[in-house]
């Protein structure tokens, strides 16, 4: 069963821990610049929205790369980039409809979520289970959930 | 390692900017933050100086945790001498721009001297710059922010900034960054204004690494984590209804400064309280409160984020103030609210709104107002005066219009800009001042908590409840539950809340966290991060000795013991009702004691032993 980063905005407080935790993993510093998942601010609606890649089926930026860079990987259903292979060209940021591939000037090379190898350190950082690490075929479950549970008049928050 | 190890230091007078290694012996010493930059001001600047003059210094600091993953580790502090108190000052603000100091590589800013333009400073990693200010001189907190976001095409710039007020010489204006977050207290931002400084814009994409212990410094993040959200405050008191938890429950023990202190219970408190803030308004149906907030790196997120009804007269026909921004917080209820007697929770939300548009500490601001209202109500202050305005207790039009006064520094705003020790002095009743030190009272009145009592008459910047917290014990029974009626032991709690809060705040992390956290929580965290051994001991020794170096600043300043009392109100008038009925704050009973378990003198003069014992020495007095 491969799993999928399930993200519910309206949890996110946008304290960015898993910004931190996604960076240090990656990069060994705490650095939100450096963050595969980013967190937007929507100020004047309060609103808090994290957004990452959805590890596409037929994933864009996979299709595009010219040296096979950007690989599949079996077991966690993640695309991910081969930094030693990918040659800097970029095309894939822009093949990306999402922008969730990006280059970092520093390396030279593209980065972009893998699912930190299956174990996605965001989700575990996260206090308020704004993320959460779940079976890909049912992301859709709990908001399901809560809409059977308004249709037929219960409070959701109790069931 | 945690610290970067790099100050900037910039002088404004010349323009010259500099790097310079952290002293690593003074961090030693004092830990970083609130502690270090301390150390560096009394080291730089002559305790005598005129606050607004260009021989003070502007301090902006992070903490060793600043911009790590420890919960609430994203805080700067402004340190500099105050214009209110003529103290040192130290304001702690959360949001995100002492992360993204940290992440650009740096410990400390200093700012020096006073710049013949007004400037602002573009720092992006190891690029620093003083740009021209002159099209944002004059503009609001929220235009300022705006225009530097514009100008450097860049979203992710964290910009702080001061508002018109502080141009304008209000002498309880903060530094707000982030648009609602604020190095509030002690007029820090009249300061940055007398440098000619509008803002700090800062772009850091390095990020924070040098950890000495990685794997243990996360387990200790993690460990931290999960007694914050366990706990009831921190996990779901504070996340639910913010600081406004306090609100019902203050009101209820008889501690609630209500009318100028002349009551300690409001009859509107729940009006205006974190449970209001949940309720659907009749207009559109939706609650004040939008959302809560995390503040960088933070797991509690007691920050609020509200709207205004939008057809409350206040913002009727100003849709400006129709989209969400950073609501409510306790402090600025109470002294917005309950000390001027209104209960109105849009117009109190407004008023908040413009206090961050415009940068004034709403405490002082608030507490200023009440006893304007009550010089008003006695006749001391008059119409012509106010300008027109019917400056009664309970006015909450009065109150909308003399904020925008004050926010831009006109009419009779600019009265109110003095704070209210300058103010009632000025119209003739000193008396009716709340004040310690010229710095206005927060939100317990000390009849009710009598630790708190003894806490604001010796804290180092005036009144204050962030210089040691006694209330957690005295009312909320944390770390152990004291009786808030009673003097006994009130000193030695108090030295050791004014210690332990010296350290967390020279930490990088947030004082709230401390509901749940002791130093037991904290320092493995600090241990992990940082060089050299840090214990909870050696943390309260370098509390201690933070205590210790301001008091002997603020002795050098020409502070007395004189100077460590309570307004007459607080002394001798009695509590009419709740608990605390018939009680008065017996400070006599517990300030000798004090100064005993300090080490100091009859006079609050730190002893030599005392003094050697942290290595300090007497600073010219
Ligand atoms: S980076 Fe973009 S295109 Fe590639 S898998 Fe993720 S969402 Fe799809
Ligand atoms: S850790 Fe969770 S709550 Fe915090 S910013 Fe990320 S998604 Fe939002």
Not at chain 1, 22 to 31: D, I, K, L, M
Not at chain 1, 113 to 140: M, N, R
Not at chain 2, 420 to 435: A, D, F, V
Request: net charge negative.
């Amino acid at each position: 069963m491969l799993k999928a980063l399930q993200i519910e905005p309206e949890k996110c407080t946008g304290c960015l821990q898993c910004e931190m935790a996604c960076s240090y993993r990656a990069e060994g510093v705490f650095n939100p610049a450096k963050s595969r998942i980013k967190i937007f601010t929507f100020h004047e609606e309060g609103r808090f929205v994290p957004y990452t890649c959805t590890q596409c089926t037929e994933a864009w930026c996979m299709h595009a790369c010219p040296v096979e860079a950007i690989v599949y990987n079996e077991a966690t259903g993640s695309k991910d980039v081969l930094a030693d292979k990918c040659v800097g060209c970029k095309v894939c940021t822009i093949a990306c409809p999402f922008g969730t591939v990006n280059y970092d000037q520093d390396s030279g090379v593209v980065y972009k979520c893998d699912l930190c190898q299956g174990d996605p350190e965001c989700s575990k950082a996260c206090p308020t289970e704004a993320i959460t690490y779940v079976d890909a075929d049912h992301t859709g479950l709990d908001r399901m959930r809560a809409h059977a549970a308004k249709s037929a008049g219960l409070d959701a928050q109790q069931h | 390692m945690a610290w970067t190890q790099k100050v900037l230091r910039i002088n404004l007078t010349d323009g010259s900017i500099k790097q310079e290694p952290l002293n690593m012996e003074w961090a030693r010493d004092y830990l970083g933050q609130r502690g270090l930059a301390t150390k560096y001001l009394t080291e730089e600047i002559d305790p005598k100086c005129d606050p607004l003059g260009p021989d003070n210094k502007f301090i902006m600091t992070t903490g060793p945790l600043t911009g790590t993953m420890s919960s609430t580790g994203g805080r700067y502090s402004v340190v500099t001498k105050s214009p209110l108190t003529g103290c040192v000052a130290c304001s702690n603000s959360g949001g995100f721009l002492g992360a993204e100091m940290k992440a650009a590589g740096w410990d400390m800013i200093i700012f020096e001297g006073k710049s013949p333009q007004p400037v602002y400073l573009y720092l992006e990693n190891e690029k620093a710059e003083l740009l021209p200010a002159d099209e944002i001189m004059g503009t609001s907190v929220w235009a300022a922010d705006e225009w530097i976001h514009k100008k450097h095409q860049d979203p992710l710039i964290r910009v702080a900034t001061i508002g018109r007020a502080a141009e304008k010489g209000n002498l309880y204006a903060g530094v707000i960054n982030d648009l609602h977050r604020a190095a509030g207290r002690s007029g820090v931002g009249t300061v940055m204004a007398s440098k000619n400084l509008k803002a700090v814009a800062i772009r850091g994409t390095r990020g924070v690494g040098n950890i000495k212990d990685p794997a243990r410094f996360m387990q200790a993040v993690s460990d931290g984590k999960k007694v914050l959200h366990d706990n009831a405050v921190t996990g779901q008191g504070l996340p639910k209804y913010g600081t406004q938890v306090l609100m019902n429950v203050i009101n209820e023990v008889g501690a609630m400064p209500t009318r100028n202190m002349r009551e300690v219970q409001f009859e509107g408190a729940s009006n205006i309280s974190g449970e209001a803030m949940h309720e659907p308004r009749e207009s559109d149906g939706k609650p004040n409160l939008v959302t809560n907030a995390g503040c960088f790196g933070c797991t509690i997120a007691c920050g609020r984020i509200s709207t205004i009804d939008q057809g409350h007269f206040s913002v009727e026909n100003k849709p400006e103030y129709w989209d969400a921004s950073g609501g409510l917080e306790y402090e600025a209820a109470w002294a917005l609210g309950s000390d001027t007697g209104i209960d109105d929770l849009d117009a109190l939300t407004y008023v908040q709104f413009l206090c961050n548009e415009d940068g004034i500490d709403p405490i002082t601001y608030g507490a200023t107002l009440a006893a304007a209202m009550e010089m008003y109500e006695m006749g001391a202050i008059d119409k012509e005066t106010t300008g027109g305005i019917e400056l009664r207790f309970g006015n909450a039009e009065a109150l909308c219009r003399v904020t925008e006064l004050t926010c831009r520094g006109e009419g009779f705003g600019i009265d109110m800009g003095l704070g209210s020790r300058r103010l009632c002095e000025k119209y003739g009743h000193p008396e009716l001042s709340m004040t310690v030190k010229g710095q206005e009272f927060p939100a317990y009145d000390p009849r009710g908590v009598q630790g708190m009592g003894l806490g604001y008459a010796t804290s180092n910047r005036g009144a204050c409840h962030l210089r040691g917290y006694t209330v957690a014990s005295e009312i909320m029974g944390i770390p152990e539950k004291t009786d808030p009626l009673t003097t006994d032991g009130k000193p030695e709690l108090v030295k050791a809340f004014q210690d332990m809060t010296a350290a967390v705040d020279s930490s990088g992390l947030c004082v709230f966290t401390t509901f749940a956290w002791t130093l037991e929580d904290i320092a493995p965290q600090i241990d992990a991060a940082c060089e050299g051994d840090w214990s909870p001991d050696k943390l309260l020794e370098v509390g201690e000795r933070i205590w210790n170096l301001e008091r002997d600043f603020n002795i050098a300043a020409g502070m007395t013991a004189k100077d460590d009392t309570l307004p007459k109100r607080l002394l001798k008038d009695a509590a009419k009702t709740g608990p605390a009925t018939g009680r008065v704050n017996d400070l006599d009973q517990m300030l000798p004691k004090y100064y005993e378990v300090r080490g100091w003198t009859a006079d609050g003069v730190p002893t030599s032993e005392t003094r050697k014992r942290f290595g300090l020495k007497a600073l010219s007095a």
